[in-house]
């Protein structure tokens, strides 16, 4: 035998049906904002990928910062080297160029290294335009590179890169 219901039950389901039906019509738009249970951390500001993070206020330095001019010009105005040319650094800066610049720039700095045949042939860095330039356009480029040319600041130290700018003098006809 079957239960009777009476009709006020009816219409409270009959609600409830609705209810959640336009609920989960609700949730289903993505234009209107969904109920927010703990909105904290949402409306918090947040990084997008790739965003800067704190803007450093004017003139501040970063801790540890080493700074370095921004452009070769600079670079070459501004930079001295910081080594005495004695017999170890010439020595270094020899070991150096001969591991990393002798394969263009070949034994004496002529630009006739063994891969030129295949590769562009860089200029002469001993020749009287050189000898005439400053010794941060040597370390910016030993430690950037120059166009097709690769850059060793990942592959040496700041000590090292002076040290082939007084090798580089050297091959120029005397440390000056
Ligand atoms: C893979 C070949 C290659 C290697 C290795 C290389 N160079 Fe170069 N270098 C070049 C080429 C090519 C140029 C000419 C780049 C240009 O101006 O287009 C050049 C240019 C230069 C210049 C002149 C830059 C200017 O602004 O006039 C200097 C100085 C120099 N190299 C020094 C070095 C030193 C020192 C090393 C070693 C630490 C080195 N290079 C390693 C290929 C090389």
Known sequence: MSKKVDCSSYSTLLFASVVFSSALFVACDRSI???QYVP???DAPTLKPQENYLEAPE???PMNAFLYP???EEAEANLKNQLAPNEKTL???ERMYNTYCIPCHGP???GDGSIVDVYVKPPDITDANYQKRGDGLFFHRITFGANVMP????????NERWAIVHYIRKLQG???
Request: charged residues 15%; hydrophobic residues 35%.
């Open 70 to 72: 921004k452009t070769v």
């Open 33 to 35: 904002p969904k109920i």
């Open 91 to 93: 020595a270094i800066g």
């Open 40 to 42: 904290d951390m949402a």
């Open 108 to 110: 004496q700095g002529k």
């Open 174 to 176: 005397g440390v000056k």
């Open 151 to 158: 850059g060793y600041g990942h592959a040496t130290t700041v």
């Open 59 to 61: 003139h501040s330095v």
